[in-house]
Nanobody, 129 residues
Framework: QVQLVESGGGLVQAGGSLSLSCAAS????????MSWFRQAPGKEREIVAA????????YYSDSVKGRFTGSRDNTKNTVYLQMDSLKPEDTAVYYC??????????????????????WGQGTQVTVSS
């Protein structure tokens, strides 16, 4: 089992920044590809960013590319999401997720929610206009 705990959400004005963290415990963190998803009211959960287990390769959705930056520190068992130039449409509950990656190179990331085994409880991000 992997336990994931997000933190750092809150209320910010449009154009502002927030930094989210997700602390993992329970298994070897570097064995897992990590990601950030979000879900707005009445909408499906969508991928925001994904990172390979070594952090070498990353993916960003078109809606956040150039504004959000994902990173991970395998020595601290933590994944981060730096969100800049926030927009009201970024308002959502943000979740981190973990998927075991047994590939040798460790450069795989996953973009579909069904590919993830473990999820955090979510943290609310609200961007006011």
């Amino acid at each position: 089992q992997v336990q994931l705990v997000e933190s750092g959400g809150g209320l910010v004005q449009a154009g502002g920044s927030l930094s989210l963290s997700c602390a993992a415990s329970g298994r070897t963190f570097s064995d897992y590809s990590m990601s950030w998803f979000r879900q707005a009211p009445g909408k499906e959960r969508e991928i925001v960013a994904a990172l390979s287990r070594r952090g070498i390769t990353t993916y960003y959705s078109d809606s956040v590319k150039g504004r959000f930056t994902g990173s991970r520190d395998n020595t601290k068992n933590t994944v981060y999401l730096q969100m800049d130039s926030l927009k009201p449409e970024d308002t959502a509950v943000y979740y981190c997720a973990a998927a075991e990656d047994q590939s040798y190179l460790g450069i795989q990331y996953y973009t579909r929610a069904g590919q993830y085994d473990y999820w955090g409880q979510g943290t609310q991000v609200t961007v006011s206009s």
